[in-house]
Nanobody, 115 residues
Framework: QVQFVESGGALVQPGGSLRLSCAAS????????MGWYRQAPGKQRELVAS???????NYADSVKGRFTISRDNARNTMYLQMNSLKPEDTAVYYC?????????WGQGTQVTVSS
């Protein structure tokens, strides 16, 4: 059973940066298109960034130009570099396949943007 472990979330001031990491067992990242998702309180989970097996990336309009998704297949790890963070980026961030089928969700990592 594949398990995702997200890390790197923190409390950060507006305008700050964070890098999230997603670790998984097996050769998941080189086999499937993957994505970073987030869920803010009272809102549905949304896809914010995705990356295909040939490294094509796509971003939600709300994070375009500020977030960068990448992966290291050798380390079975995926990253989300988040710059120029805004209060509206506050959410629990998750990784999973894109679309999120077959594999269970991890615990996520909390990102809070506040002064």
């Amino acid at each position: 059973q594949v398990q995702f472990v997200e890390s790197g979330g923190a409390l950060v001031q507006p305008g700050g940066s964070l890098r999230l990491s997603c670790a998984a067992s097996g050769s998941i990242f080189r086999t499937y298109a993957m994505g970073w998702y987030r869920q803010a309180p009272g809102k549905q989970r949304e896809l914010v960034a995705s990356i295909t097996t040939n490294d094509m990336t796509n971003y939600a309009d709300s994070v375009k130009g500020r977030f960068t998704i990448s992966r290291d297949n050798a380390r079975n790890t995926m990253y989300l570099q988040m710059n120029s963070l805004k209060p509206e980026d506050t959410a629990v961030y998750y990784c999973n396949r894109s679309p999120p089928i077959l594999f269970p969700w991890g615990q996520g990592t909390q990102v809070t943007v506040s002064s």
